[in-house]
Nanobody, 126 residues
């Protein structure tokens, strides 16, 4: 079971990036997937954005609501995080993680995420 986050990079303020979270060794379909981030010198934040299993219910933290959109493509076994209107304070290492059980519902932000991928660096700077 392995998750791999990718798609990070350097972008100017106001720019966009799309992060991908690809799974190998298991099928993402049915599992809730969350995105998290850890800024330099800070602790990892709670759930930034998450998506439930088959019903696709989503959640976004207030700090990114309206700017970040999470989605999943089960055919590609991948979850995406579209990040628009990026700000310097979005600079962080971004991680994706999966629950260890199938979940359908509206409370993906309250779940325990057990399988973590390596992060991808996002730097927002002019």
């Amino acid at each position: 079971v392995q998750l791999q986050a990718s798609g990070g990079g350097l972008v100017q303020p106001g720019g966009s990036l799309r992060l991908s979270c690809a799974a190998s060794g298991f099928t993402l379909d049915g599992y809730a997937i969350g995105w998290f981030r850890q800024a330099p010198g800070k602790e990892r934040e709670g759930v930034l954005s998450c998506i439930s299993g088959s019903d696709g219910s989503t959640y976004s933290a207030d700090s990114v609501k309206g700017r970040f959109t999470i989605s999943r493509d089960n055919a590609k076994n991948t979850v995406y995080l579209q990040m628009n209107s990026l700000k310097p304070e979005d600079t962080a290492v971004y991680y994706c993680a999966s629950t260890s059980f199938h979940y359908i519902g509206n409370y993906c932000y309250s779940l325990s995420y057990n399988s973590w991928g390596q992060g991808t660096q996002v730097t927002v700077s002019s």
